[in-house]
């Protein structure tokens, strides 16, 4: 701990969801600041998110930004059953459902499990928000000093896929 308050170096920025049953730093077995991570329920990409990948880019020249959703996302489940049963969660959980119904609703009819499409379709979305991104992230990707990938871990068995 002692020597990260000299500074940090960290090799990615992940977007990741606050299941409190792991995280990016598990995951990858990672020390303490190689990783700079943003927790939101659903990881979706919004100002915040975007703001610290900027500063992880500008500032820490981090060199790879991931999405990163887990399967059996509840907030990505609570987002289907709301648009299924045509019901508004109450307080702010309604605005997980307006940034993740793109994603459910751009998966329904497909075949195959409709949260695991939804989870894995949400990390593509958010993938593509964050490399349209201006000023910063968008001209690191053109000038290739970044990369954006995504990912979602499966809690049962602790891999990580990439998808997209």
């Known amino acids: 701990?002692?020597?990260?308050?000299?500074?940090?170096?960290?090799?990615?920025?992940?977007?990741?969801?606050p299941d409190s049953r792991t995280g990016p730093d598990f995951a990858f077995d990672s020390v303490w600041g190689v990783l700079v991570v943003c927790?939101?329920?659903g990881n979706f990409a919004n100002d915040g998110v975007i703001a610290s990948f900027e500063y992880g880019i500008a500032i820490l020249n981090c060199p790879l930004l991931m999405v990163l959703g887990h399967a059996d996302c509840g907030a990505i489940d609570a987002t289907i059953k709301s648009?299924?049963?045509?019901?508004?969660?109450?307080?702010?959980?309604?605005?997980?459902?307006?940034?993740?119904?793109?994603?459910?609703?751009?998966?329904?009819?497909?075949?195959?499990?409709?949260?695991?499409?939804?989870?894995?379709q949400n990390v593509?979305?958010?993938?593509?928000?964050?490399?349209?991104?201006t000023p910063i992230i968008d001209?690191?990707?053109?000038?290739?000093?970044?990369?954006?990938?995504?990912?979602?871990?499966?809690?049962?068995?602790?891999?990580?896929?990439?998808v997209g």
């Open 139 to 162: 001209k690191a990707i053109a000038d290739k000093k970044v990369r954006i990938v995504g990912a979602v871990y499966n809690l049962s068995n602790g891999r990580v896929e990439i």
């Open 1 to 17: 701990r002692e020597q990260l308050t000299t500074g940090q170096n960290p090799y990615a920025a992940i977007l990741s969801f």
């Open 83 to 120: 648009i299924k049963d045509n019901s508004t969660l109450p307080g702010h959980l309604s605005s997980l459902v307006k940034a993740l119904s793109p994603a459910v609703e751009a998966t329904a009819g497909q075949a195959g499990n409709a949260l695991d499409n939804a989870i894995k």
């Open 124 to 133: 593509i979305f958010n993938v593509a928000k964050l490399k349209a991104a």
């Open 39 to 41: 927790r939101v329920a």
